[in-house]
């Protein structure tokens, strides 16, 4: 079955660092590209970062500089390093795949986000 | 950035009802564009890529169109269990924006 899951969420105090990892099974971390999404409470979802196939990253510009993206692919796992974490980072963050779509030497998104996960919540206060 | 505006924010409809979400980027993003439902509690489940193509399993009372910068989803017999928040995403390009959201009720 085609899932990821995430892990690592918790409680942290402002200026703290958390680590969240994506667990992949059914499929390839490399041959897609992995997002975070987080939400939140009561809001809307707000894109955070994005691991393309290809090796590069991309962040949002609320969490530049503070959040990294990384990649285990022997243990098929993406993760993200939050460190200067703040009040407006508490959300649940979510973990999705968006698969690859390759054209004419090109490949690049088509698919939209397809699979994700539960989430994992993480809550920054004194 | 390409910012992704969504209206309404809410609405609300009687059962079979035909209901329209649109979505607008602030630059052209070509067709890669997708929406998701959310209902309560739950992530994000999407439901249409490509502006038009439906997800495998979605039902086909769920139909997008647009292309470039205007894009719009509907339903064409709104249903109980359609009742959730409606998003639509730009995946042109990073930063992978999404709309602020509809929320759907039963009237």
């Known amino acids: 079955e085609v899932q990821v899951m995430e892990s690592g969420g918790g409680l942290v105090q402002p200026g703290g660092s958390l680590r969240l990892s994506c667990a992949a099974s059914?499929?390839?971390?490399?041959?897609?590209?992995m997002s975070w999404v987080r939400q939140a409470p009561g809001k809307g979802l707000e894109w955070v970062s994005v691991f393309y196939s290809g090796g590069n990253t991309y962040y949002a510009d609320s969490v530049k500089g503070r959040f990294t993206l990384s990649r285990d692919n022997s243990k098929n796992t993406l993760y993200l390093q939050m460190n200067s974490l703040r009040a407006e980072d508490t959300a649940v963050y979510y973990c999705a795949r968006t698969p690859e779509f390759c054209s004419g030497g090109s490949c690049y998104m088509y698919y939209g986000m397809d699979v994700w996960g539960q989430g994992t919540s993480v809550t920054v206060s004194s | 950035d390409i910012q992704m505006t969504q209206s309404p924010s809410s609405l609300s409809a009687s059962v079979g009802a035909r209901v329209t979400i649109t979505c607008r980027a602030s630059?052209?993003?070509?067709?890669?564009l997708a929406w998701y439902q959310q209902k309560p509690g739950k992530g994000p489940k999407l439901l249409i890529y490509a502006a038009s193509t439906l997800q495998s399993g979605i039902p086909s009372r769920f139909s997008g169109s647009g292309s470039g910068t205007d894009f719009t989803l509907t339903i064409s017999s709104l249903q109980p269990e359609d009742v959730a928040t409606y998003y639509c995403q730009n995946y042109y390009t990073a930063p992978l924006t999404f709309g602020g959201g509809t929320k759907v009720e039963i009237k």
């Open positions: 630059q052209g993003i070509s067709n890669l």
């Open positions: 059914g499929f390839t971390v490399t041959n897609n590209y």
